[in-house]
Each structure stands twice: as C-alpha cells, then as structure tokens.
Nanobody
Framework: QVRVVENGGGSVQTGGSLRLSCAAS????????MAWFRQAPGKEREEVAS???????KVEDSVKGRFTISQDNVDRTLYLEMNNLKTEDTGMYYC??????????????????WGQGTQVTVSS
C-alpha cells in the first residue's frame, strides 16, 4: 500500500533551476530513509542525495554545492532543489523509500519503494 509519487520535473536551459518533490504515503512508521536517484539514457541509475528520519543528509560529489535535499517536518514531503543545472543532469529522477529502523542502523540496505519518476531535461 506504500506509494511514492514525484513531481516537479521539466525542461530548462543550462544554469536554470528546478525543485522536485516526493510524497510517500501508506505507512505510519516513524523510522524511514528516503533518497533521490537519477538515470540518464544509456547509463545506470545513480543515487544523488538522501536523508532519513534522524535528519541525516548526504549528497553525491557530482551534485554537491548545486543540489539540496530537504524534507517538510510536518507532512514528510521530500524535496530536491537543483540549481545551476548542467546538461549532464538530464535524466529520469526517482524518489525511493525504505521503511523501518533497519535503514537507520545498517550500512547497506535496499530502497524497496519507488516512484514512477519525473523527467528532467537540461539543454544548452
């Protein structure tokens, strides 16, 4: 019953900005981990940013300084603010969630709930 839905994708030129949002529903637990992934045509999916219910955040080096991950502390909506976009940022962006205390204590775990994706296209 867990659903993950992303919004906010679009087409922009290099240097532009977009703000993605992710709403996860169907769960009541207070322990969770969420992340943004992206996949460019012909390339493998990669994680770009993550955060969990303890407030810990992580961003990948490729987007550090340009992307910011945050969460509404009331409704748990996850956001990814993307600034100074580059053509290599083009791809399908996915929101993923892992529900349970295990994601807070284990070094490696799987995100088992995924959204349908939202397309981000950056042109020069």
């Amino acid at each position: 019953q867990v659903r993950v839905v992303e919004n906010g994708g679009g087409s922009v030129q290099t240097g532009g900005s977009l703000r993605l949002s992710c709403a996860a529903s169907g769960y009541t637990g207070s322990s969770y981990c969420m992340a943004w992934f992206r996949q460019a045509p012909g390339k493998e999916r990669e994680e770009v940013a993550s955060m969990n219910s303890e407030g810990k955040k992580k961003v990948e080096d490729s987007v550090k300084g340009r992307f910011t991950i945050s969460q509404d502390n009331v409704d748990r909506t996850l956001y990814l603010e993307m600034n100074n976009l580059k053509t290599e940022d083009t791809g399908m962006y996915y929101c993923a969630a892992a529900i349970g205390w295990f994601c807070l204590t284990e070094d490696s775990f799987e995100y088992n709930f995924w959204g349908q994706g939202t397309q981000v296209t950056v042109s020069s």
